[in-house]
């Protein structure tokens, strides 16, 4: 918690500005149990149901019409570019603090549930190709 304590009415020339910061720790399983969950659902969580969201999107757009992998890849890059953007947009914030990590993680995410679709339609096209029966 960061603050200003002004001591002093506004016509006294010798008032004082005091800034202060409190830092609050907690220790113990609550607070490793709330770090967790914070990481893996506010990180990881959102950005995995992230990534799959895209992928459908993308697919719905375009079919996979142009190329798979440029597909792909601009999906991966839209989500590289939203963990950047939520990072530093926390950055500016001063309530909030920037973390490489967390970027790390939300990329991660982000990559498994892309991954995650492209198994799915890889699935998805296995079972619905067409036998090519062979005319003697």
């Known amino acids: 918690y960061k603050g200003i304590i002004i001591c002093g009415d506004d016509d006294n020339p010798y008032k004082e500005t005091i800034k202060f910061?409190?830092?609050?720790i907690e220790d113990g399983i609550k607070a490793t149990v709330k770090y967790f969950i914070r990481k893996l659902v506010g990180h990881f969580g959102?950005?995995?149901a992230l990534g799959a969201l895209t992928f459908?999107?993308?697919?719905?757009v375009n079919?996979?019409?142009i190329n798979k992998i440029f597909s792909v890849a601009v999906v991966c890059l839209f989500g590289m570019y939203m963990a950047f953007a939520?990072?530093?947009i926390q950055k500016t914030d001063p309530s909030?603090?920037?973390?490489?990590s967390d970027m790390v993680l939300d990329c991660r995410g982000y990559f498994l549930g892309v991954g995650i679709m492209v198994f799915c339609y890889a699935v998805y096209?296995?079972?619905t190709r067409k036998k090519i029966k062979k005319v003697e």
């Open 96 to 100: 909030r603090y920037y973390a490489f």
């Open 63 to 65: 079919g996979f019409k």
């Open 56 to 60: 459908i999107i993308m697919f719905m």
């Open 86 to 88: 939520t990072e530093y």
């Open 46 to 48: 959102n950005f995995l």
């Open 125 to 127: 096209k296995l079972l």
């Open 21 to 24: 910061e409190i830092e609050v």
